[in-house]
Every structure is written in structure tokens, then in C-alpha cells.
């Protein structure tokens, strides 16, 4: 296993995508890959319409990844790491279903 996507706290048809690779498998185009099918069938097959993502501002890798997957920045926020046990800058993203037929 190299990593992980899911979407977590799904309610009223809305979710949050996340995803984590190992460093070895960094820069590989796994991370867009995975995120790409879950994004997908979030919307598709789960029938979600929106999806939120967020990702640590010194993080552009994420940043390159969530903007090819059509998610829009709607704010900066700052908040506790527990991964770096710090406080840091986040970028808050979303994305809406372009589905017709809801």
C-alpha cells in the first residue's frame, strides 16, 4: 500500500475528499489518479453534490491537484496540525456536482 483517499463526513449529500501518500510514492501521479476515481464516484455512483478539500499552504503539490480536479479556494484558515502539532495556514477548497438530473 502507498497511501489512501477516501471521503470522510459525508451529510446532506456532501463530503470531504482526503488523500495521503508516503513520501516514496510522492510525484508519481498517484495522488490525482486516486483522487480522481473518488472524486468521480462521490459524484457519480454516491450521488453527492458537493465535495469540500483542503490542504497545508506550504503544500503545492495538493494545491496543483485539487485545482486539476476543479475544486475552487473559498478561504485560508489557520488551524492546528495535529500531524505537525502546530498551528498552520490551511486552504479550504470545494467543488459542486455538475450533475442535472439531482
Not at 1 to 17: N, Q
Not at 44 to 63: F, I, Q, T, W
Amino acid at each position: 500500500m502507498v497511501g489512501l483517499a477516501d471521503i470522510d463526513g459525508v451529510s446532506k449529500r456532501e463530503g470531504t475528499l482526503g488523500y495521503w501518500l508516503d513520501r516514496a510514492a510522492w510525484r508519481r501521479g498517484y495522488a490525482f489518479e486516486v483522487a480522481h476515481s473518488v472524486v468521480q464516484s462521490a459524484f457519480e455512483e454516491v450521488r453527492l453534490l458537493r465535495l469540500k478539500a483542503g490542504h497545508a499552504y506550504d503544500n503545492p503539490a495538493s494545491e496543483c491537484i485539487l485545482a486539476k480536479l476543479g475544486f475552487n479556494l473559498v478561504e485560508h484558515v489557520r488551524l492546528f496540525s495535529r500531524s505537525r502539532c502546530e498551528y498552520i495556514s490551511h486552504c479550504r477548497y470545494v467543488k459542486v456536482s455538475d450533475r442535472r438530473d439531482v
